[in-house]
Nanobody
Framework: VQLQASGGGLVQAGGCLRL?????????????MGWFRQAPGKEREFVAV???????????YYVDSVKGRFTISRDNAKNTIYLQMNSLKPEDTAVYYC????????????????????WGQGTLVTVSS
């Protein structure tokens, strides 16, 4: 299984970017996929996730610092998740990684990077002030 992330770049504060992450090698029917980020000198942190249940659809979760600015979505036909990032701030500067779990992750564990089985290579987002 491979995750290919793209869409990063340099943007001014207040601007927007859309990240994409496409999976290959496996179709995730009911599973958790999302985004983490790691700023220089900091731990990798949870950003957003979509829990997709093939029977009931998807639920989304966000870290408080991006709520109202970022939107995660999933296109099952394309095996792709997106992270639409609006109103970007300099503190959003980081390498963004997409991650996927083999099955649904319990809500209490969504923030824990250790429960994810697959990781993309990362895409750099730089927000200038």
């Amino acid at each position: 299984v491979q995750l290919q992330a793209s869409g990063g770049g340099l943007v001014q504060a207040g601007g927007c970017l859309r990240l994409s992450c496409t999976t290959s090698g496996r179709t995730f029917s009911s599973s958790t996929m999302g985004w983490f980020r790691q700023a220089p000198g900091k731990e990798r942190e949870f950003v957003a996730v979509v829990n997709w249940n093939m029977w009931s659809g998807g639920s989304t979760y966000y870290v408080d610092s991006v709520k109202g600015r970022f939107t995660i979505s999933r296109d099952n036909a394309k095996n792709t998740i997106y992270l639409q990032m609006n109103s970007l701030k300099p503190e959003d500067t980081a390498v963004y990684y997409c991650a996927a779990a083999k099955t649904l992750v319990a809500t209490r564990d969504l923030w824990n990077r250790r429960v994810y089985d697959y990781w993309g290579q990362g895409t750099l987002v730089t927000v200038s002030s």
